[in-house]
Protein backbone atom coordinates (compact mmCIF):
# COMPACT_ATOMS: atom_id res chain seq x y z
CA UNK A 1 0.00 0.00 0.00
CA UNK A 2 0.93 3.87 -0.51
CA UNK A 3 1.94 5.30 2.38
CA UNK A 4 -0.77 7.97 2.02
CA UNK A 5 -3.64 4.83 1.61
CA UNK A 6 -1.51 2.90 4.46
CA UNK A 7 -2.15 6.29 6.75
CA UNK A 8 -5.68 7.10 5.89
CA UNK A 9 -6.91 3.06 6.87
CA UNK A 10 -4.57 3.29 10.07
CA UNK A 11 -6.78 6.32 11.04
CA UNK A 12 -9.87 4.96 10.30
CA UNK A 13 -8.97 1.51 12.35
CA UNK A 14 -8.05 3.13 15.06
CA UNK A 15 -11.00 5.35 15.73
CA UNK A 16 -13.15 2.25 15.09
CA UNK A 17 -10.89 0.35 17.37
CA UNK A 18 -11.49 3.24 20.14
CA UNK A 19 -15.24 3.83 19.43
CA UNK A 20 -16.11 0.24 19.89
CA UNK A 21 -13.81 -0.06 22.82
CA UNK A 22 -15.39 3.02 24.27
CA UNK A 23 -18.82 0.92 23.94
CA UNK A 24 -17.35 -1.74 26.14
CA UNK A 25 -16.81 -3.71 23.00
CA UNK A 26 -13.96 -5.61 21.58
CA UNK A 27 -14.46 -5.96 17.73
CA UNK A 28 -13.40 -8.85 15.95
CA UNK A 29 -11.36 -8.08 12.38
CA UNK A 30 -14.39 -8.99 10.66
CA UNK A 31 -16.13 -6.28 12.48
CA UNK A 32 -13.45 -3.79 12.23
CA UNK A 33 -13.47 -4.44 8.19
CA UNK A 34 -17.69 -4.28 8.08
CA UNK A 35 -17.79 -0.94 10.48
CA UNK A 36 -14.76 1.29 9.73
CA UNK A 37 -15.84 4.54 10.65
CA UNK A 38 -14.53 6.52 7.68
CA UNK A 39 -12.99 9.77 9.87
CA UNK A 40 -11.60 11.27 6.48
CA UNK A 41 -15.01 11.06 4.65
CA UNK A 42 -13.73 9.79 0.88
CA UNK A 43 -16.35 7.31 1.28
CA UNK A 44 -13.42 4.18 -0.27
CA UNK A 45 -14.39 1.33 0.63
CA UNK A 46 -11.34 -0.85 1.98
CA UNK A 47 -10.64 -4.70 0.86
CA UNK A 48 -10.75 -6.97 3.98
CA UNK A 49 -7.04 -7.96 3.03
CA UNK A 50 -5.81 -4.80 3.77
CA UNK A 51 -7.63 -4.50 6.87
CA UNK A 52 -5.72 -7.76 8.02
CA UNK A 53 -2.22 -6.14 7.10
CA UNK A 54 -2.85 -3.33 8.38
CA UNK A 55 -4.10 -4.31 11.63
CA UNK A 56 -0.98 -6.69 11.85
CA UNK A 57 1.14 -3.38 11.62
CA UNK A 58 -0.48 -1.64 13.97
CA UNK A 59 -0.24 -4.87 16.14
CA UNK A 60 4.01 -4.71 15.52
CA UNK A 61 3.88 -1.13 16.53
CA UNK A 62 2.13 -1.63 19.95
CA UNK A 63 -0.74 1.07 18.93
CA UNK A 64 -3.68 -2.23 19.06
CA UNK A 65 -3.67 -6.03 20.83
CA UNK A 66 -5.01 -8.84 19.94
CA UNK A 67 -6.73 -11.80 22.24
CA UNK A 68 -8.51 -14.66 20.68
CA UNK A 69 -9.12 -13.09 17.54
CA UNK A 70 -10.54 -9.48 19.40
CA UNK A 71 -9.07 -6.10 19.26
CA UNK A 72 -8.45 -3.53 21.79
CA UNK A 73 -6.30 -0.48 21.58
CA UNK A 74 -3.41 -0.38 23.78
CA UNK A 75 -3.32 2.47 26.07
CA UNK A 76 -0.20 2.09 27.49
CA UNK A 77 2.20 1.74 24.03
CA UNK A 78 5.31 -0.57 25.58
CA UNK A 79 5.50 -4.26 26.06
CA UNK A 80 5.14 -4.68 29.80
CA UNK A 81 2.16 -2.74 29.97
CA UNK A 82 1.25 -4.21 26.64
CA UNK A 83 0.95 -7.80 27.97
CA UNK A 84 -0.57 -6.68 31.63
CA UNK A 85 -3.46 -5.38 28.64
CA UNK A 86 -3.69 -8.90 27.41
CA UNK A 87 -4.69 -9.86 30.14
CA UNK A 88 -7.52 -7.50 30.80
CA UNK A 89 -8.35 -7.73 27.65
CA UNK A 90 -9.16 -11.65 27.73
CA UNK A 91 -10.77 -10.74 30.44
CA UNK A 92 -13.29 -8.30 28.71
CA UNK A 93 -13.60 -10.63 25.68
CA UNK A 94 -14.78 -13.37 28.46
CA UNK A 95 -17.26 -11.11 29.65
CA UNK A 96 -18.25 -9.99 25.86
CA UNK A 97 -18.87 -13.55 25.02
CA UNK A 98 -20.75 -14.27 28.41
CA UNK A 99 -23.37 -10.88 27.09
CA UNK A 100 -23.78 -11.88 24.05
CA UNK A 101 -25.41 -15.26 25.11
CA UNK A 102 -27.37 -13.13 27.61
CA UNK A 103 -28.47 -10.85 25.06
CA UNK A 104 -29.48 -13.48 22.56
CA UNK A 105 -31.99 -15.34 25.25
CA UNK A 106 -33.40 -11.56 26.45
CA UNK A 107 -33.45 -10.98 22.87
CA UNK A 108 -36.08 -14.13 22.38
CA UNK A 109 -37.81 -13.00 25.37
CA UNK A 110 -38.54 -9.82 24.17
CA UNK A 111 -39.72 -10.76 21.04
CA UNK A 112 -42.08 -13.14 22.62
CA UNK A 113 -43.68 -10.48 24.82
CA UNK A 114 -43.97 -8.28 21.47
CA UNK A 115 -46.06 -11.05 20.01
CA UNK A 116 -48.83 -10.58 22.53
CA UNK A 117 -48.73 -6.68 21.86
CA UNK A 118 -49.01 -7.21 18.17
CA UNK A 119 -52.81 -6.62 17.80
CA UNK A 120 -52.43 -2.88 19.64
CA UNK A 121 -53.70 0.22 17.11
CA UNK A 122 -51.60 1.88 15.38
CA UNK A 123 -48.68 0.21 16.21
CA UNK A 124 -46.61 -0.71 12.96
CA UNK A 125 -43.44 -2.03 14.82
CA UNK A 126 -40.99 -2.67 17.84
CA UNK A 127 -37.41 -2.16 17.21
CA UNK A 128 -34.43 -3.28 19.40
CA UNK A 129 -31.93 -0.98 19.68
CA UNK A 130 -28.95 -0.03 22.29
CA UNK A 131 -27.02 -2.49 24.30
CA UNK A 132 -29.57 -5.31 23.84
CA UNK A 133 -29.74 -5.06 19.84
CA UNK A 134 -25.48 -4.53 19.82
CA UNK A 135 -25.85 -7.93 22.42
CA UNK A 136 -23.93 -5.87 25.26
CA UNK A 137 -26.69 -6.49 27.60
CA UNK A 138 -26.27 -7.56 31.25
CA UNK A 139 -28.63 -9.41 33.84
CA UNK A 140 -30.00 -6.60 35.19
CA UNK A 141 -30.32 -4.76 31.93
CA UNK A 142 -33.97 -3.46 30.18
CA UNK A 143 -34.77 -3.70 26.79
CA UNK A 144 -34.67 -0.39 24.67
CA UNK A 145 -37.21 -0.71 21.73
CA UNK A 146 -37.58 2.39 18.99
CA UNK A 147 -41.52 2.03 18.35
CA UNK A 148 -42.95 2.73 15.22
CA UNK A 149 -47.09 3.95 14.80
CA UNK A 150 -48.84 4.75 12.67
CA UNK A 151 -49.07 8.12 10.42
CA UNK A 152 -50.64 10.90 12.88
CA UNK A 153 -51.45 8.54 15.78
CA UNK A 154 -48.03 8.80 17.58
CA UNK A 155 -49.21 9.76 20.89
CA UNK A 156 -52.38 7.50 20.80
CA UNK A 157 -50.16 4.40 19.75
CA UNK A 158 -48.02 5.39 22.62
CA UNK A 159 -50.93 5.79 25.42
CA UNK A 160 -52.15 2.57 24.42
CA UNK A 161 -48.91 0.65 24.03
CA UNK A 162 -47.69 1.98 27.87
CA UNK A 163 -51.28 1.37 29.46
CA UNK A 164 -50.94 -2.30 27.56
CA UNK A 165 -46.91 -3.18 28.86
CA UNK A 166 -47.65 -1.67 32.07
CA UNK A 167 -50.95 -3.76 32.77
CA UNK A 168 -48.32 -7.04 31.53
CA UNK A 169 -45.80 -5.58 34.09
CA UNK A 170 -43.48 -5.42 31.38
CA UNK A 171 -42.99 -1.39 31.24
CA UNK A 172 -40.07 0.30 33.19
CA UNK A 173 -40.09 2.89 34.93
CA UNK A 174 -38.62 3.61 38.66
CA UNK A 175 -36.78 1.33 39.79
CA UNK A 176 -38.58 -1.34 37.89
CA UNK A 177 -35.84 -2.40 35.07
CA UNK A 178 -34.88 -5.67 34.69
CA UNK A 179 -36.41 -6.97 31.59
CA UNK A 180 -38.44 -4.60 30.95
CA UNK A 181 -39.11 -2.48 28.05
CA UNK A 182 -38.06 1.23 27.74
CA UNK A 183 -40.01 3.07 25.88
CA UNK A 184 -37.69 5.99 24.88
CA UNK A 185 -37.99 6.53 21.41
CA UNK A 186 -41.17 6.60 19.23
CA UNK A 187 -41.49 7.54 15.06
CA UNK A 188 -44.30 7.08 12.36
CA UNK A 189 -43.98 5.13 9.59
CA UNK A 190 -43.60 8.32 7.06
CA UNK A 191 -40.82 9.41 9.43
CA UNK A 192 -38.56 6.29 9.59
CA UNK A 193 -35.20 8.52 7.96
CA UNK A 194 -32.72 10.21 11.24
CA UNK A 195 -32.41 13.64 11.47
CA UNK A 196 -29.11 13.11 13.83
CA UNK A 197 -26.34 11.67 11.35
CA UNK A 198 -23.04 10.20 12.94
CA UNK A 199 -21.61 7.35 13.72
CA UNK A 200 -23.49 6.76 17.07
CA UNK A 201 -26.53 7.28 15.02
CA UNK A 202 -25.47 4.85 12.41
CA UNK A 203 -24.55 2.36 14.59
CA UNK A 204 -27.88 1.63 16.59
CA UNK A 205 -29.60 1.67 13.29
CA UNK A 206 -27.11 -0.88 11.69
CA UNK A 207 -27.16 -3.39 14.93
CA UNK A 208 -31.06 -2.63 15.59
CA UNK A 209 -33.17 -5.56 15.19
CA UNK A 210 -36.92 -6.24 14.46
CA UNK A 211 -39.02 -7.27 17.60
CA UNK A 212 -42.08 -7.92 16.38
CA UNK A 213 -45.03 -6.41 13.82
CA UNK A 214 -44.10 -5.80 10.26
CA UNK A 215 -40.23 -6.75 9.52
CA UNK A 216 -41.22 -4.24 6.38
CA UNK A 217 -41.03 -1.43 9.03
CA UNK A 218 -37.05 -2.64 9.89
CA UNK A 219 -36.68 -2.74 5.98
CA UNK A 220 -37.66 0.41 5.70
CA UNK A 221 -35.60 1.95 8.40
CA UNK A 222 -32.58 0.40 7.15
CA UNK A 223 -33.26 1.30 3.66
CA UNK A 224 -34.33 5.23 4.29
CA UNK A 225 -30.93 5.61 6.34
CA UNK A 226 -28.31 3.70 4.09
CA UNK A 227 -27.02 6.13 2.23
CA UNK A 228 -25.95 8.20 4.64
CA UNK A 229 -24.52 5.50 6.27
CA UNK A 230 -22.65 4.29 3.66
CA UNK A 231 -20.77 7.69 3.92
CA UNK A 232 -19.87 6.95 7.55
CA UNK A 233 -18.85 3.68 7.38
CA UNK A 234 -18.50 2.49 3.52
CA UNK A 235 -17.75 -1.09 4.22
CA UNK A 236 -21.25 -1.60 5.37
CA UNK A 237 -23.74 -3.70 2.69
CA UNK A 238 -27.20 -3.67 3.40
CA UNK A 239 -28.35 -7.21 2.72
CA UNK A 240 -30.89 -10.33 3.72
CA UNK A 241 -33.57 -8.07 4.43
CA UNK A 242 -36.11 -10.03 6.63
CA UNK A 243 -39.04 -10.69 4.79
CA UNK A 244 -42.91 -11.46 5.51
CA UNK A 245 -44.90 -9.19 8.55
CA UNK A 246 -44.09 -11.25 11.78
CA UNK A 247 -47.21 -10.69 12.78
CA UNK A 248 -50.64 -13.59 12.80
CA UNK A 249 -52.98 -13.40 11.02
CA UNK A 250 -55.83 -13.16 13.49
CA UNK A 251 -53.62 -10.31 15.14
CA UNK A 252 -53.90 -8.42 11.67
CA UNK A 253 -57.48 -8.60 11.78
CA UNK A 254 -57.83 -7.45 15.29
CA UNK A 255 -55.83 -4.52 14.88
CA UNK A 256 -57.48 -3.50 11.72
CA UNK A 257 -61.28 -3.79 13.46
CA UNK A 258 -59.99 -1.36 16.48
CA UNK A 259 -58.39 1.10 14.02
CA UNK A 260 -61.62 1.37 12.17
CA UNK A 261 -63.81 1.51 15.78
CA UNK A 262 -61.33 4.21 16.77
CA UNK A 263 -61.40 6.28 13.58
CA UNK A 264 -64.95 6.25 13.72
CA UNK A 265 -66.94 9.44 13.77
CA UNK A 266 -63.43 10.86 14.77
CA UNK A 267 -62.72 9.47 17.84
CA UNK A 268 -59.02 8.71 17.29
CA UNK A 269 -58.18 12.41 16.30
CA UNK A 270 -60.05 13.47 19.47
CA UNK A 271 -57.94 10.69 21.76
CA UNK A 272 -54.84 11.40 19.98
CA UNK A 273 -54.98 15.58 20.62
CA UNK A 274 -56.23 14.42 24.22
CA UNK A 275 -53.18 12.14 24.79
CA UNK A 276 -50.49 14.71 23.19
CA UNK A 277 -52.13 17.50 25.79
CA UNK A 278 -51.41 14.77 28.46
CA UNK A 279 -48.17 13.81 27.72
CA UNK A 280 -46.62 17.24 26.66
CA UNK A 281 -47.90 18.71 30.51
CA UNK A 282 -46.18 15.87 31.53
CA UNK A 283 -42.84 16.26 29.92
CA UNK A 284 -42.75 19.69 31.28
CA UNK A 285 -43.48 18.93 34.74
CA UNK A 286 -40.82 16.11 34.56
CA UNK A 287 -37.69 17.28 36.28
CA UNK A 288 -35.48 14.51 33.75
CA UNK A 289 -36.61 16.70 30.93
CA UNK A 290 -33.95 19.81 32.44
CA UNK A 291 -31.14 17.54 32.97
CA UNK A 292 -27.50 19.45 31.82
CA UNK A 293 -27.28 16.49 28.65
CA UNK A 294 -30.93 15.68 28.42
CA UNK A 295 -32.36 15.17 24.39
CA UNK A 296 -35.83 15.61 24.99
CA UNK A 297 -37.63 15.75 21.75
CA UNK A 298 -41.40 15.33 21.22
CA UNK A 299 -43.45 16.54 18.36
CA UNK A 300 -46.83 14.17 16.18
CA UNK A 301 -43.54 12.67 13.61
CA UNK A 302 -40.96 11.44 16.61
CA UNK A 303 -40.94 11.56 20.66
CA UNK A 304 -37.16 10.89 21.52
CA UNK A 305 -36.81 10.69 26.13
CA UNK A 306 -33.25 10.31 26.73
CA UNK A 307 -32.38 12.04 30.00
CA UNK A 308 -29.27 10.91 29.60
CA UNK A 309 -27.51 10.15 26.24
CA UNK A 310 -24.40 8.61 25.63
CA UNK A 311 -23.58 9.79 22.37
CA UNK A 312 -21.69 12.53 23.24
CA UNK A 313 -19.85 10.75 25.76
CA UNK A 314 -19.01 8.10 23.76
CA UNK A 315 -17.46 10.72 21.95
CA UNK A 316 -15.66 12.18 24.27
CA UNK A 317 -13.83 8.39 25.57
CA UNK A 318 -13.14 7.63 21.88
CA UNK A 319 -11.15 10.74 21.56
CA UNK A 320 -9.83 10.22 24.97
CA UNK A 321 -9.02 6.85 24.05
CA UNK A 322 -7.06 7.64 20.83
CA UNK A 323 -4.90 10.31 22.50
CA UNK A 324 -3.72 7.65 24.67
CA UNK A 325 -2.29 6.04 21.72
CA UNK A 326 -1.51 8.29 18.30
Known sequence: MR?????????????TIAYYNALDYQPTTFYVWKYLVDVINDDEKVGLNKIILALTDLQKKQKIIEGNGFWQLNTFGNNLAGKR????????VKLQIQKNKISTAKLQRARGWMKI?????????????????????????????????????????????????QLLRKRRYGNKIKDRFCLNQFV????????????????EI?????????????NNLLKNNIEWIEKNKPNFVLRNLNSGDGIS??????????????EMFG???????ISKRIMIRKIIN??????SQADIRYGDFFLIFLPYPQRDSIRKKTLNLLTKVV
Open 286 to 291: NPKTYA
Open 3 to 15: KKEENKINKNILF
Open 267 to 273: SADLLNK
Open 117 to 165: VGWLPYLKGTISTGTLAMKRGGINSDWDVLVVTKKDRIWLGRLILTIWL
Open 188 to 203: TDGSLQFQERNEFAGN
Open 206 to 218: LFSRCLGNKNSIH
Open 249 to 262: NWQNKLKFFLENLL
Open 85 to 92: EQKILKKK
